[in-house]
């Protein structure tokens, strides 16, 4: 299994066998998680909500520091849209370019979170601020704090909001699971 994981990540699987692959793994996790019957079905559920209480928030976030929060803003502006969002983009019909497949998802975003102008919205784990630009771009009146475990990208964000003129983003760089705040929130938003 460990080789075939290999390939795949290598980019030598085809997608084809990639999906099947996911599939049968799947089906694996369906069958471990399956309960003889609903009263164990729910304990195991209760089990498993005790369990990410007690979890932190965010899992060794300093690795993720390492791995990439901590690279110059200048390499994702080479290889990411104008947004340099990384968490994903939506293709529609009609949508050819990085740019616009990146403005679909944060609309999509917006839409289902059911965002509206004067909102205090909270958004944790920010990246580069694709969402928390667009959302202060759009609801002017509304107040958003972003959340950042990263001090690069906390300092990009509040200078990108400066150049663009909009003075409803608040960065604050901490740890998930060391974040704490008074205030209170309409929505409170990750990606």
């Known amino acids: 299994m460990s080789t075939l994981m290999e390939l795949a990540e290598r980019g030598i699987l085809p997608d084809t066998l990639i999906r099947f692959g996911i599939r049968l793994l799947d089906r694996v996790r369906l069958r471990t998680e399956a309960r003889p019957d609903i009263e164990t079905e729910l304990q195991a559920k209760q089990d498993f909500l005790a369990r990410m209480r007690r979890s932190p ?8 520091n390492i791995q990439h929060y901590e690279v110059p803003p200048e390499f994702f502006q080479k290889v990411l849209g104008k947004n340099l969002k990384y968490s994903g983009c939506l293709w529609p019909a009609g949508v050819g370019t990085l740019d616009a497949a990146e403005d679909a998802m944060l609309q999509l975003y917006g839409r289902r979170a059911e965002l509206s102008d004067g909102m205090q919205i909270l958004e944790l784990g920010c990246g580069w ?10 609801f002017p009146q509304s107040r958003i704090t972003a959340v950042s475990n990263s001090a690069p990208q906390g300092r990009f964000i509040r200078e990108t909001a400066a150049a663009r003129g909009l003075p409803n983003v608040e960065v604050v760089t901490a740890d998930m699971n060391h974040f704490a705040t008074e205030h209170h929130f309409n929505r409170v938003v990750s990606v």
């Open 57 to 64: 928030v965010a899992l060794v976030p300093e690795m993720a």
């Open 129 to 138: 601020g694709s969402l928390t630009l667009w959302m202060a771009a759009r």
